[in-house]
Protein backbone atom coordinates (compact mmCIF):
# COMPACT_ATOMS: atom_id res chain seq x y z
CA UNK A 1 0.00 0.00 0.00
CA UNK A 2 0.93 3.74 -0.86
CA UNK A 3 1.92 6.12 1.84
CA UNK A 4 -0.14 8.75 0.29
CA UNK A 5 -3.45 9.29 -1.97
CA UNK A 6 -3.85 12.08 -4.30
CA UNK A 7 -7.32 12.61 -5.35
CA UNK A 8 -8.38 15.17 -8.05
CA UNK A 9 -11.22 16.67 -8.26
CA UNK A 10 -14.02 16.90 -11.18
CA UNK A 11 -12.36 17.92 -14.46
CA UNK A 12 -15.09 18.18 -16.86
CA UNK A 13 -13.11 17.87 -19.88
CA UNK A 14 -10.96 20.22 -19.86
CA UNK A 15 -7.09 18.64 -20.19
CA UNK A 16 -4.81 21.50 -19.75
CA UNK A 17 -5.89 21.89 -15.70
CA UNK A 18 -5.89 18.13 -15.95
CA UNK A 19 -2.30 17.63 -16.89
CA UNK A 20 -1.04 20.31 -14.81
CA UNK A 21 -2.55 18.44 -11.45
CA UNK A 22 -0.84 15.64 -12.76
CA UNK A 23 2.41 17.23 -12.62
CA UNK A 24 2.55 16.55 -8.96
CA UNK A 25 1.48 12.92 -9.35
CA UNK A 26 4.10 10.56 -8.00
CA UNK A 27 3.33 7.03 -9.11
CA UNK A 28 5.69 5.50 -6.71
CA UNK A 29 4.43 7.42 -3.57
CA UNK A 30 0.78 8.03 -4.55
CA UNK A 31 -2.35 6.59 -5.31
CA UNK A 32 -3.97 8.37 -7.71
CA UNK A 33 -8.06 8.51 -7.04
CA UNK A 34 -10.07 10.46 -9.74
CA UNK A 35 -13.52 11.65 -8.26
CA UNK A 36 -15.63 11.46 -11.44
CA UNK A 37 -16.71 13.76 -13.80
CA UNK A 38 -13.58 13.78 -16.39
CA UNK A 39 -16.67 14.23 -19.40
CA UNK A 40 -19.00 16.69 -20.33
CA UNK A 41 -19.25 20.81 -20.27
CA UNK A 42 -15.36 21.29 -21.02
CA UNK A 43 -13.97 20.75 -24.26
CA UNK A 44 -12.00 18.05 -24.19
CA UNK A 45 -14.08 15.17 -23.17
CA UNK A 46 -12.11 12.57 -25.18
CA UNK A 47 -8.75 13.76 -24.05
CA UNK A 48 -9.98 13.48 -20.52
CA UNK A 49 -11.23 9.94 -20.80
CA UNK A 50 -8.78 8.28 -22.44
CA UNK A 51 -6.18 9.99 -19.94
CA UNK A 52 -8.08 8.50 -17.86
CA UNK A 53 -8.15 5.12 -18.28
CA UNK A 54 -4.52 4.83 -19.31
CA UNK A 55 -3.60 6.45 -15.68
CA UNK A 56 -5.80 3.16 -14.36
CA UNK A 57 -4.14 0.60 -16.96
CA UNK A 58 -0.47 2.24 -16.47
CA UNK A 59 -0.79 3.51 -12.60
CA UNK A 60 -3.21 1.05 -10.87
CA UNK A 61 -5.38 4.90 -10.19
CA UNK A 62 -8.94 4.35 -9.07
CA UNK A 63 -11.38 6.16 -11.30
CA UNK A 64 -14.55 6.90 -9.81
CA UNK A 65 -17.82 6.34 -11.96
CA UNK A 66 -19.40 9.93 -11.73
CA UNK A 67 -22.95 11.21 -12.45
CA UNK A 68 -21.28 12.34 -16.45
CA UNK A 69 -19.90 9.19 -16.50
CA UNK A 70 -23.07 7.49 -15.93
CA UNK A 71 -25.29 10.52 -18.12
CA UNK A 72 -23.12 9.06 -20.94
CA UNK A 73 -23.40 5.78 -20.63
CA UNK A 74 -27.58 5.95 -20.53
CA UNK A 75 -27.13 7.68 -23.90
CA UNK A 76 -25.70 5.41 -25.32
CA UNK A 77 -28.04 3.03 -24.26
CA UNK A 78 -31.04 5.04 -24.62
CA UNK A 79 -29.77 7.96 -27.06
CA UNK A 80 -33.36 9.08 -27.83
CA UNK A 81 -34.75 9.28 -24.78
CA UNK A 82 -31.95 10.69 -22.68
CA UNK A 83 -30.41 13.05 -25.32
CA UNK A 84 -32.37 16.30 -24.64
CA UNK A 85 -31.64 16.10 -21.08
CA UNK A 86 -27.81 14.85 -21.21
CA UNK A 87 -27.42 18.11 -23.82
CA UNK A 88 -28.48 20.44 -20.77
CA UNK A 89 -25.53 18.65 -19.07
CA UNK A 90 -23.01 19.27 -21.41
CA UNK A 91 -23.35 16.24 -22.75
CA UNK A 92 -22.56 17.85 -26.70
CA UNK A 93 -19.53 18.47 -25.39
CA UNK A 94 -18.27 15.06 -25.16
CA UNK A 95 -20.09 14.09 -28.61
CA UNK A 96 -18.56 16.43 -30.57
CA UNK A 97 -15.42 15.86 -29.01
CA UNK A 98 -15.79 11.70 -29.66
CA UNK A 99 -17.00 12.17 -32.62
CA UNK A 100 -15.96 15.59 -34.41
CA UNK A 101 -17.18 19.70 -34.25
CA UNK A 102 -20.59 19.92 -34.76
CA UNK A 103 -21.64 16.10 -34.77
CA UNK A 104 -24.74 17.23 -32.64
CA UNK A 105 -25.69 19.59 -35.22
CA UNK A 106 -25.72 16.72 -38.08
CA UNK A 107 -26.85 13.34 -37.13
CA UNK A 108 -29.62 11.64 -34.83
CA UNK A 109 -28.86 10.66 -31.38
CA UNK A 110 -29.33 6.99 -32.41
CA UNK A 111 -27.02 7.81 -34.98
CA UNK A 112 -24.06 9.30 -32.60
CA UNK A 113 -24.46 6.32 -30.40
CA UNK A 114 -23.80 3.65 -32.89
CA UNK A 115 -20.83 5.46 -34.10
CA UNK A 116 -19.55 5.89 -30.84
CA UNK A 117 -20.58 2.29 -29.36
CA UNK A 118 -18.52 1.22 -32.50
CA UNK A 119 -15.50 3.11 -32.42
CA UNK A 120 -15.05 3.14 -28.57
CA UNK A 121 -15.89 -0.29 -27.93
CA UNK A 122 -12.99 -0.39 -25.31
CA UNK A 123 -13.28 2.68 -23.65
CA UNK A 124 -17.44 1.93 -23.49
CA UNK A 125 -16.46 -1.27 -21.12
CA UNK A 126 -13.98 0.54 -19.39
CA UNK A 127 -16.29 3.45 -18.18
CA UNK A 128 -19.25 0.26 -17.56
CA UNK A 129 -16.56 -1.14 -14.59
CA UNK A 130 -15.62 2.16 -12.62
CA UNK A 131 -16.07 1.84 -9.30
CA UNK A 132 -18.18 3.61 -7.07
CA UNK A 133 -16.20 4.13 -4.13
CA UNK A 134 -12.57 3.77 -2.67
CA UNK A 135 -12.06 3.17 1.06
CA UNK A 136 -8.58 3.78 1.96
CA UNK A 137 -7.00 4.14 5.56
CA UNK A 138 -9.31 6.23 7.32
CA UNK A 139 -11.23 7.58 3.99
CA UNK A 140 -14.25 6.86 1.63
CA UNK A 141 -13.65 8.97 -1.19
CA UNK A 142 -17.01 8.41 -3.68
CA UNK A 143 -18.45 11.00 -6.03
CA UNK A 144 -21.56 12.67 -4.91
CA UNK A 145 -21.73 11.15 -1.37
CA UNK A 146 -23.05 7.95 0.71
CA UNK A 147 -26.78 7.25 2.40
CA UNK A 148 -26.27 8.55 6.06
CA UNK A 149 -29.75 7.10 6.88
CA UNK A 150 -28.24 3.53 6.53
CA UNK A 151 -26.43 1.13 9.57
CA UNK A 152 -24.30 -0.02 6.69
CA UNK A 153 -22.90 2.77 4.57
CA UNK A 154 -22.12 0.35 1.70
CA UNK A 155 -25.73 -0.57 0.84
CA UNK A 156 -26.01 3.01 -0.69
CA UNK A 157 -27.50 2.83 -4.08
CA UNK A 158 -25.63 3.21 -7.08
CA UNK A 159 -27.51 6.41 -8.24
CA UNK A 160 -26.74 7.94 -4.49
CA UNK A 161 -23.42 7.12 -4.66
CA UNK A 162 -22.82 9.68 -7.99
CA UNK A 163 -25.75 11.80 -7.11
CA UNK A 164 -26.83 12.64 -3.46
CA UNK A 165 -26.46 16.36 -2.50
CA UNK A 166 -28.17 18.07 0.09
CA UNK A 167 -29.09 14.93 2.24
CA UNK A 168 -25.66 13.97 2.59
CA UNK A 169 -23.99 17.40 3.11
CA UNK A 170 -26.85 18.07 5.97
CA UNK A 171 -26.96 14.40 7.47
CA UNK A 172 -25.04 12.92 10.23
CA UNK A 173 -21.85 11.24 9.64
CA UNK A 174 -21.39 8.26 11.76
CA UNK A 175 -19.45 6.12 9.62
CA UNK A 176 -16.33 6.71 11.14
CA UNK A 177 -14.39 7.77 8.37
CA UNK A 178 -13.56 10.80 6.87
CA UNK A 179 -15.79 10.74 3.16
CA UNK A 180 -13.69 12.87 0.25
CA UNK A 181 -16.36 14.06 -2.28
CA UNK A 182 -16.91 16.02 -5.32
CA UNK A 183 -20.27 16.54 -7.59
CA UNK A 184 -21.24 19.79 -5.54
CA UNK A 185 -18.99 22.92 -6.17
CA UNK A 186 -17.47 23.81 -3.25
CA UNK A 187 -18.54 27.77 -3.95
CA UNK A 188 -22.10 26.27 -3.18
CA UNK A 189 -21.43 24.62 0.07
CA UNK A 190 -19.89 27.67 1.72
CA UNK A 191 -22.90 29.38 -0.10
CA UNK A 192 -21.93 32.35 -1.23
CA UNK A 193 -21.38 31.18 -4.33
CA UNK A 194 -17.92 32.54 -4.53
CA UNK A 195 -15.61 30.61 -2.08
CA UNK A 196 -13.32 27.80 -4.20
CA UNK A 197 -11.54 26.34 -1.27
CA UNK A 198 -11.80 22.73 0.65
CA UNK A 199 -15.25 22.27 2.03
CA UNK A 200 -14.90 20.88 5.68
CA UNK A 201 -17.84 19.43 7.69
CA UNK A 202 -18.60 16.53 10.02
CA UNK A 203 -16.17 14.30 8.58
CA UNK A 204 -16.54 15.14 4.86
CA UNK A 205 -14.56 16.89 2.64
CA UNK A 206 -15.45 18.64 -0.44
CA UNK A 207 -12.73 19.01 -2.88
CA UNK A 208 -14.66 20.08 -6.41
CA UNK A 209 -13.92 23.80 -6.41
CA UNK A 210 -16.01 24.12 -9.79
CA UNK A 211 -13.60 25.36 -12.74
CA UNK A 212 -15.87 24.48 -15.14
CA UNK A 213 -17.53 27.71 -13.85
CA UNK A 214 -14.27 29.90 -13.65
CA UNK A 215 -13.94 28.55 -10.11
CA UNK A 216 -10.90 25.67 -9.29
CA UNK A 217 -9.53 22.02 -9.59
CA UNK A 218 -8.00 20.62 -6.54
CA UNK A 219 -5.82 18.08 -6.33
CA UNK A 220 -5.32 16.72 -2.55
CA UNK A 221 -2.71 14.95 -1.11
CA UNK A 222 -3.53 12.62 1.91
CA UNK A 223 -1.67 10.73 4.77
CA UNK A 224 -3.55 8.32 7.11
CA UNK A 225 -3.57 11.32 9.74
CA UNK A 226 -4.86 14.11 6.90
CA UNK A 227 -4.37 16.25 4.37
CA UNK A 228 -0.94 16.78 3.71
CA UNK A 229 -1.08 19.41 0.61
CA UNK A 230 -3.92 20.91 -1.34
CA UNK A 231 -2.56 21.85 -4.79
CA UNK A 232 -5.32 24.24 -6.68
CA UNK A 233 -5.35 25.99 -10.14
CA UNK A 234 -7.91 28.16 -10.71
CA UNK A 235 -9.97 28.55 -14.18
CA UNK A 236 -8.57 32.15 -14.87
CA UNK A 237 -9.31 32.08 -18.52
CA UNK A 238 -13.62 31.75 -17.89
CA UNK A 239 -15.63 34.80 -15.87
CA UNK A 240 -17.25 33.05 -12.81
CA UNK A 241 -20.63 31.84 -14.07
CA UNK A 242 -22.36 29.97 -10.90
Same mark, same amino acid.
Given at each position: ??? #?? #?????????????????? !????????????????????????????????? +?? #???????? &???????????? /????? !????????????????? $???????? /?? +???????????????????? $???????? #?????? %????????????? /?? !????? *????? &?? *??????????????? $?????? &????????????? %??????????????????? +??????? +?????????? $?
Amino acid at each position: MKP #YV #YAISDIHGQIDLFEKLLK !DFDPRMHQLVLIGDLNDRGPHSKACFLRGKELV +ER #YQAIYLRG &NHEDYFLKFLAH /PEEVA !DKYWLNGGKETINSLLH $PGATEEYS /PT +EMAMMIRSRYKDLILFLENL $PYYFEWEQ #YIFVHA %GVNLTLKDWHQTT /PR !DFMWL *RETFH &NG *RNQTGKTIVFGHTIT $PSLHGD &NQTTDLWFSDGKI %GIDGGAIYGGSVHGVIFNP +EGIVQDI +EYQKRTKPWT $P
